[in-house]
């Protein structure tokens, strides 16, 4: 079973970066889809950005050109590197992989902005 351990959450100012990490606790050789979601107090969880195995991005338009996603293959780690960053960008970050058979989710870890 692989497991996902998201870092690098925090508080910062309005205007300011955060850079997320999710690391796989090993490589996954069959295709497959990371996504980066986040849940705001009182909100739905919602999709910010994803990416799969070729390489392909998505990202959300609330944070399009301010979020980037990528992936580090050597150490099975994601990123989303965060810029600009708004107070309505606060809430509960979690990355979840996907494959067409199963699923994991990482604890999550919380980014607060303030304005």
């Known amino acids: 079973q692989v497991q996902l351990e998201e870092s690098g959450g925090g508080l910062v100012q309005a205007g300011g970066s955060l850079r997320l990490s999710c690391a796989a606790s090993?490589?996954?050789?069959?295709?497959?889809?990371i996504g980066w979601y986040r849940q705001a107090p009182g909100k739905e969880r919602e999709l910010v950005a994803s990416?799969?195995?070729?390489?392909?991005?998505n990202v959300a338009d609330s944070v399009k050109g301010r979020f980037a996603i990528s992936r580090d293959g050597a150490k099975n780690t994601v990123y989303l590197q965060m810029n600009s960053l708004k107070p309505e960008d606060t809430g509960v970050y979690s990355c979840?992989?996907?494959?067409?058979?199963?699923?994991?989710w990482g604890q999550g870890t919380q980014v607060t902005v303030s304005s």
């Open positions: 990416i799969i195995t070729g390489g392909t991005t």
């Open positions: 979840n992989l996907m494959t067409t058979t199963w699923s994991v």
């Open positions: 090993r490589r996954i050789f069959i295709r497959n889809t």
